[in-house]
């Protein structure tokens, strides 16, 4: 490919020798032959003056560019494939040159004469240069320029910038090559996931099928999404307040508003009552000893008594007409 962008260049470097003497479509009979040779044209001063002077019926897209490591210019060497790609994938949609459309690329060390006329002092410029003659043609004669102030745009970002230039013409689409190497790895990835799943099944599927797992997680779940956590997220409120007098306030008055805290002794609450209830109504009826099931009940039933008290008390706080309680929190 190097081969062929140096006899690009050098054939290039005749036609701009002669360009005083040849017309537009000349001009673009020579440069269509050089693209068919190597897309996008690499082009040195005298191609790009010959490229680009006037009068010309034809579009030409110029990057200007600076890829030798000593100038530094990352966002050239991160744009030079995009670019590529954007004049390859054209150059394959539209053989027959219908667009009419030229790209090329005039790197610093081959132009510097051509970017001290136009006064660039930063690389990569991206330049559009539309017909000046024919049915395409437009009152101005100023280039258009690229804006590069986001970063290196893509090839499809740059495919769309020119396509608003082009009105009438040809607009092939992007065709990027297919990444054979992300394929393999993603289909070697698959695999591998299938092969482990498949040889961990025996120990995996009895964890998955544990109703007491899939209990306790629905339990959590339930838990987390009725004692306010949701509100948390979308409020955004804060996890604690003060109260005016130098301490932390655990619970705030109303309904739609809450705490960070409020919302973990809610949970932790409404857990303790769910675990109360699940042992009164799955262990104790297993109990082979009568008295020590009567003094589990008792034990039971009084913590849910005094949670479930203590939950009373809270909602009071929330709203204080709420009308239920519970001793000791009367």
Not at 287 to 314: C, E, R
Request: glycine share 6%; with cysteine; net charge positive.
């Amino acid at each position: 490919m190097r081969v062929l962008s140096l006899i690009a260049s050098a054939s290039a470097l005749a036609a701009g020798v002669f360009a005083a003497q040849q017309s537009s479509e000349e001009r673009f009979i020579k440069f269509s032959r050089l693209a068919r040779v190597s897309t996008p044209l690499q082009l040195n001063d005298v191609s790009y003056k010959s490229l680009t002077s006037a009068p010309r019926d034809y579009s030409v897209a110029v990057i200007f560019t600076a890829q030798d490591s000593r100038f530094g210019c990352q966002l050239c060497r991160d744009f030079k494939p995009e670019w590529d790609l954007v004049a390859q994938s054209w150059a394959r949609g539209d053989k027959r040159q219908e667009s009419r459309l030229f790209f090329g690329v005039l790197d610093f060390s081959e132009g510097r004469d051509t970017f001290l006329s136009l006064g660039l002092q930063t690389a990569p410029v991206l330049m559009f240069f539309p017909p000046t003659t024919g049915p395409h043609a437009v009152a101005s004669v100023e280039p258009l320029r690229y804006d590069f102030t986001t970063g290196s745009p893509t090839a499809e970002h740059v495919r769309n910038w020119l396509v608003r230039h082009l009105s009438g013409r040809p607009h092939p689409e992007i065709k990027r090559p297919i990444n054979w190497l992300k394929w393999a790895s993603l289909f070697t990835f698959v695999a591998g996931a299938v092969t482990a799943m498949v040889s961990a099944s025996p120990y995996i599927l009895p964890i998955l099928q544990n109703r007491n797992l899939w209990a306790a997680g629905s339990m959590i779940a339930i838990l987390l999404f009725i004692s306010g956590h949701m509100f948390n997220h979308i409020r955004k409120v804060p996890y604690v307040t003060g109260d005016g007098k130098g301490g932390i306030t655990y619970f705030t008055g109303g309904f739609q508003n809450q705490l960070g805290l409020e919302v973990q002794i809610v949970a932790a609450i409404y857990g303790v009552l769910s675990f109360c209830t699940i042992a009164l109504a799955t262990k104790v009826p297993r109990m082979t000893s009568p008295k020590s099931q009567s003094v589990l009940v008792l034990v039971w039933g009084g913590a849910m008594f005094f949670i479930y008290g203590f939950l009373l008390s809270v909602f009071r706080v929330k709203n204080s007409s709420y009308p239920f309680s519970l001793p000791p929190f009367m």
